[in-house]
């Protein structure tokens, strides 16, 4: 099956540092999406990438679509408490697998106050 | 308006029972998704539905999975014959289609422990 690598792993941070996290793949995707997932929740969607070199922002959270569209990264501007959670790159299938979402394993990120 | 509702939050059984996860999708919502979320990992597809038919269930694990959506609404998933393995979180999303604007909302997922 198509493979998403993301890293870091984990990144523990102080307050309003600046934060990068990177998604890459093994598959060309059409579309990136980034995911954020508090505890005990489901992930909830913050930036949706649709075109190849596209460069998305809201509010402090700024994300990029790959040129060659296997890669996509995110960054957080300014990092505050509640930034605190999982992120999750994920490609949307085409084709026969339109519909399907493949994610990468999460950037656990924690912020100091 | 509501979001996705999954039930139970929480499941604990004993390796060889059955159990069914329930799926609550939002209202309107044609597309349901259910995806798998072991320990550290990202979410594992299972399967999808358009209405009561589901296009692609390649994503479950073995024929211990099944799943059925009524009237276009409710979903579950069954396992039978539980094991240790298929302990992880279920989670269920929808979302108004299926095209690459149609946005997936996840419910709060069903932690299920296999003891």
């Known amino acids: 099956g198509q493979q998403l690598n993301q890293s870091p792993q984990s990144m523990f941070i102080q307050e309003g540092e600046d934060v990068s996290m990177n998604c890459t793949s093994s598959?060309?995707?059409?579309?990136w999406l980034w995911y954020k997932q508090d505890p005990g929740e489901g992930p909830v969607l913050l930036i949706a990438?649709?075109?190849?070199?596209e460069l998305t922002s809201n509010g402090r959270l700024t994300a990029q679509f790959g040129i060659t569209r296997k890669d996509s990264f995110l960054n957080i501007s300014a990092s505050i408490p509640s930034d605190v959670g999982i992120y999750f790159c994920a490609g949307l299938g085409r084709g026969s697998t339109l519909g399907r979402l493949y994610f990468g394993r999460g950037t656990q990120l924690t912020v100091w106050p | 308006g509501a979001g996705v509702s999954q039930s139970p939050s929480n499941k604990v059984t004993e390796k060889g029972k059955d159990v069914e996860l329930r799926c609550d999708p939002i209202s309107g919502h044609t597309a349901l998704y259910w995806y798998r979320q072991s320990l550290g990992q990202g979410l594992e597809f299972l399967i999808y539905?358009?209405?009561?038919?589901?296009?692609?269930k390649s994503g479950l694990p073995s024929d211990r999975f099944s799943a059925e959506r009524t009237g276009g609404s409710v979903s579950t998933l069954t396992i039978q014959r539980t094991q240790q393995e298929d302990s992880a979180v279920y989670l269920c999303?929808?979302?108004?289609?299926?095209?690459?604007?149609?946005?997936?909302?996840f419910g709060p997922g069903t932690r299920l422990t296999v003891l």
């Open positions: 539905f358009q209405g009561n038919s589901a296009p692609d």
């Open positions: 990438l649709y075109k190849a070199g």
């Open positions: 598959s060309i995707f059409n579309t």
């Open positions: 999303a929808s979302s108004l289609g299926v095209t690459v604007w149609d946005t997936q909302y």
